[in-house]
């Protein structure tokens, strides 16, 4: 009788955790698509292209200045 007990409420929870799953991927399913795609195309897309080119753009400078900043050290360590 534990063991029927047991196995049903796994079988529930994995259909819980199923239908959670199916409902997130419903949900991540537009974010997802590819930029050729007609849910990448749709009229609010240019901005998030511009915020993401934006963010690129950031860490290819703040990457840069650590790596200016770490050979400026280096080279001051050497000089001592």
């Given at each position: 009788?534990r063991a029927?007990?047991?196995g ?9 955790v199923l239908l959670?799953v199916?409902s ?6 537009p974010?997802l698509?590819?930029?050729g ?7 609010g897309?240019g ?12 860490v290819?400078?703040d990457?840069?200045k ?5 050979a400026?050290?280096r080279?001051?360590?050497a000089?001592k």
């Open positions: 009788m029927v007990f047991g049903v409420s796994l079988l529930v929870v994995l259909a819980l959670l199916a997130q991927l419903k949900t991540a399913a974010v698509a590819l930029p795609t007609a849910a990448a195309s749709t009229a897309s901005a998030v292209r511009d915020q993401v080119q934006q963010a690129r753009q950031q290819g400078d990457v840069a650590a790596l200016e900043q770490g400026a050290a080279k001051e360590e000089d």
